[in-house]
């Protein structure tokens, strides 16, 4: 007998494919969380593992930053949310593929979402309407981020806790979250939330609890949408 | 709070919004008052995150040659910019941490 390319097995395999290349900017960016995680004031345990319970870079590393400037829990809460809210249009734009899908890959498949997964999702869903094959091409693409990110991460959190404070390695986060903006900045308006964004946090500083991260948030995201707005 | 609680919270809020319209039958797309804010959000809060830590990496604001963060943060806007990779702009923006710290 051959293995003939079922929709589930070649699905699987191109969507592995799909989303390996994109591990180049990944691998980085876990290894950085999981250095992050290692030095963390709320331990490295629950640092770790926010890779299995949160599963979103930038969310993941904001969080375990304002636990370590003792941000309070709200803000937290908050700040990791709102920056994972853009998952809500990629849930919007799925939606429809994922309704033809089994009860137990409709609820589970949203746990692998990244914006690698939505993207060559998306794309790639344009031609290929099978359903089976959807769903595995998702997972394959999901899973193949997924754990690598975790595996990235632990390797981190090794690495991290060797290496001497003198190493500077904790300046790694801004950088990534320096990367991340520039990526973000796409036209005038987003520059606009950007640039309003940072100074009203820098302003907002001594506010307690951080709460000045909150309300430079709502002040970057309103001036993005005042620029939008003015623009047409 | 216990830490813990605080993650297991936002671990769970994310999947709900992961899960969001792929659940919610009847719905098919983000509302569109909606639409335009979340354009920014990316860009506002993380640009909220990071200016901070390079200009204020102590708590208060220093863009004097004491504080070389803001300097190599600097360096690695250039390098994003250029480059537009992860991992270049952090080896980059960590060597010119590196070489500031042993020259100023």
Redesign the interface.
């Known amino acids: 007998m051959t293995t003939t390319a079922t929709p589930a097995r070649s699905g699987f395999a191109t969507g592995l494919a799909a989303i390996a290349p994109l591990l180049l900017g990944v691998v980085p960016f876990a290894l950085v969380v999981g250095v992050a995680a290692a030095n963390s004031a709320i331990g490295v345990w629950p640092a770790w593992a926010t890779g299995f319970i949160i599963f979103a870079g930038a969310a993941q590393l904001v969080t375990i930053d304002l636990f370590d400037s003792g941000a309070a829990a709200a803000v937290i809460v908050a700040t990791a949310l709102v920056i994972n809210l853009r998952h809500m249009m990629y849930s919007a734009a799925l939606a429809s593929s994922f309704r033809a899908f089994p009860a137990p890959w409709r609820f589970g498949l949203p746990y692998l979402m990244t914006d690698q997964a939505f993207a060559l999702s998306i794309t790639h869903y344009d031609d290929h309407p099978d359903p089976v094959y959807r769903r595995w091409y998702f997972f394959g693409a999901g899973i193949g981020l997924w754990a690598p990110w975790q595996a990235g991460m632990t390797v981190g959190v090794i690495v991290g806790a060797q290496v001497p404070a003198s190493w500077s390695l904790d300046f790694a986060v801004p950088l990534v979250f320096v990367v991340l903006v520039i990526l973000a900045v796409r036209n005038i308006p987003t520059l606009v939330a950007a640039v309003v964004g940072g100074v009203a946090a820098v302003v907002g500083m001594d506010i307690s609890y951080n709460l000045g991260l909150i309300l430079a948030a709502l002040l970057g995201v309103s001036a993005g949408v005042a620029a939008e707005r003015m623009r047409s | 709070?216990n830490?813990?609680?605080?993650?297991?919270?936002?671990?769970l809020?994310?999947?709900l919004?992961?899960?969001?319209?792929?659940?919610?039958?009847g719905?098919?797309?983000?509302p569109a008052w909606?639409?335009?804010?979340?354009?920014?959000?990316?860009?506002?809060?993380?640009?909220?995150?990071?200016?901070?830590?390079?200009?204020?990496p102590e708590?208060r604001?220093d863009v004097s040659l004491d504080n070389v963060?803001w300097i190599?943060?600097l360096v690695?806007?250039g390098a994003?910019?250029k480059t537009?990779?992860?991992?270049l702009?952090?080896v980059v923006?960590?060597a010119a941490?590196?070489i500031l710290?042993a020259l100023l």
């Open positions: 709070m830490p813990w609680v605080v993650i297991a919270i936002i671990g809020g994310t999947y919004i992961r899960l969001s319209f792929v659940a919610a039958f719905y098919y797309g983000v909606l639409e335009s804010p979340l354009r920014y959000v990316a860009p506002a809060v993380i640009a909220a995150i990071v200016l901070p830590l390079l200009v204020a708590g604001v963060r190599a943060g690695a806007i994003a910019l537009r990779s992860l991992a702009t952090i923006g960590m941490l590196w710290q």
